[in-house]
Every structure is written in structure tokens, then in C-alpha cells.
């Protein structure tokens, strides 16, 4: 699974990496060096214009991480939902429309697993967090899923406060560094299918699962790192050091 990440590319940096045309100031979000399931994240999106209108809009947005489906009673079903499985996204009835319609785009520094360690001279286990990055420093654009859900609380649908729009992450089986710590990872798109996997007119489903292809060896390194990261309180770049 994916539960902890770092993300601290500024909205500049990003708007910049993904050819972004849409932001919103007011969606600015704080660098994090520990983002944890519920935080509101960075998300890349494409969305059409209304009908009569063929323009589509690539958006920066700021999403509340683990996805609401449409059909949810209450909007804490997201809590439980900050991953998508790769293998059966598709036919999922909670991810299964916005596979087909409402795909983005997660930026990340890196992502954070935990490998269960054996103490020899107690015999319990603990969990070593490792700190998981492309070799070259690039950003990681993890695939994701966005969705949203209508408050019945709120009589207007026209009023903004009446939606929710939450996101998720696909994963798939380790490889790489990320498969010696824990099984399942994180699945990031190459630059080369950024275009195919946000266009919301592209909705093949053969066509987007072959996108979804693990990560060729070697550029991914692991580093264990202080457990600090545990407490999702904690932040800041000194969560990213070595130790020994």
C-alpha cells in the first residue's frame, strides 16, 4: 500500500513539470514532508468544459486524500480508500467510473513503506519506515483516481459546498528497491503517458490499464530514515535523513 508520502514541490514547480493551464491561489497548499491519508494534496486533473464547450482544462488542485465514492453515505468512507489496487481498479465499484472518467495525477519527492524488522536479542518485531525515491531526483507523478460526492445535507446543488472532490492511489506489486521493503508500491506514469491518462475523452479501459505498467529496475532507492515519520504530526525535511 501507499499510506505516507513527501510532497513539497511549490504549485510554480508544478504548474511548470505538467504543462498546467488552471491554479487557484487560494489552493496552496504548505510543503510536507509526511503527508498522511485525509491531508488535502496536490492533484493534476483534466476536466471538459460543458456541453458545447470541447476545450479541456488541465487543473491544478488541492483534493483531501482517500476518495469519497458518489454513492457513500457519509464522506468518511474516504478514510479507507486512499488505495486503489491495480489489479482490480477497474472493476471495483467504488473506483470503477472514475477509472474510466476521473484520472490524475499525485506529485511526490518520494513515499514511505515499513519493513518489519526482527529484534534478535527480544524476539519482537518492529517496523524500520524507509524512505523511498527515484534515483535521479525527478518527481514521482503517481496514478490516481479523483471522484466526487454530493452532500444531501445541502438542498442547492449549485452551491460549492454542496460537493466533495477526494482522490486515491493506484498500486501495484514492489519492484525495485520499494520490493525489498514491502510488496506493494505506489504505480508512477512516465512523461510519455502524462496526456492519454488525464484526457477525460480517453475512456478504453484496455487502453488505460496498459499505461499501468511497473517501473523498470534501478531507479527507485530506499533508505531507512528515523521513525519519526510514525507520528503524523511530525514534519519537516529532517524526516528525509539517513540513519545509520
Known amino acids: 500500500m501507499c499510506g505516507r508520502y513527501a510532497s513539497t514541490r511549490s504549485p510554480q514547480d508544478l504548474t511548470r513539470l505538467f504543462s ?22 496536490y492533484a493534476i486533473l483534466e476536466r471538459a468544459g460543458r456541453e458545447g464547450d470541447d476545450e479541456v482544462r488541465r487543473e491544478l488542485r488541492s483534493l483531501p486524500w482517500g476518495l469519497v465514492p458518489s454513492w457513500a ?44 524488522l526482527k529484534d534478535e536479542r527480544t524476539g519482537k518485531t518492529r517496523k524500520q519506515p524507509y524512505f523511498i525515491h527515484p534515483t535521479d531526483g525527478q518527481v514521482m507523478a503517481l496514478a490516481g ?12 446543488g449549485d452551491d460549492p459546498a454542496a460537493w466533495l472532490t477526494t ?27 502524462y496526456d ?10 484496455d487502453d488505460l490499464r496498459a ?3 511497473q517501473p523498470a529496475g534501478g531507479r527507485l532507492n530506499a533508505r531507512p530514515v528515523s521513525m519519526a515519520v510514525n507520528n503524523v504530526r511530525n514534519n519537516g525535511p529532517h ?4 540513519i545509520a
Open 211 to 213: 499505461l499501468l505498467t
Open 145 to 156: 483516481l479523483y471522484e466526487y460526492w454530493r452532500d444531501p445535507a445541502v438542498e442547492n
Open 73 to 116: 453515505k457519509d464522506p468518511k468512507a474516504g478514510a479507507r480508500m486512499i488505495n486503489a489496487r491495480l489489479e482490480t481498479v477497474h472493476e471495483k465499484p467504488a473506483y470503477r467510473r472514475a477509472f474510466v472518467k476521473r484520472r490524475c495525477l499525485l506529485p511526490a519527492d518520494g513515499f514511505y513503506e515499513w519493513e518489519p
Open 167 to 193: 482522490c486515491t492511489i493506484i498500486t501495484t506489486e514492489a519492484t525495485d528497491a520499494a520490493g525489498r521493503v514491502h510488496p506493494r508500491m505506489p504505480l508512477a506514469l512516465t512523461p510519455d503517458h
Open 239 to 242: 524526516l528525509l535523513d539517513e
Open 20 to 41: 498546467v493551464t488552471d491554479w487557484l491561489p487560494d489552493e496552496k497548499l504548505a510543503p510536507s514532508w509526511n503527508v498522511a491519508p485525509t491531508d488535502d494534496v
Open 196 to 205: 492519454t491518462w488525464l484526457d477525460p475523452h480517453h475512456q478504453n479501459t
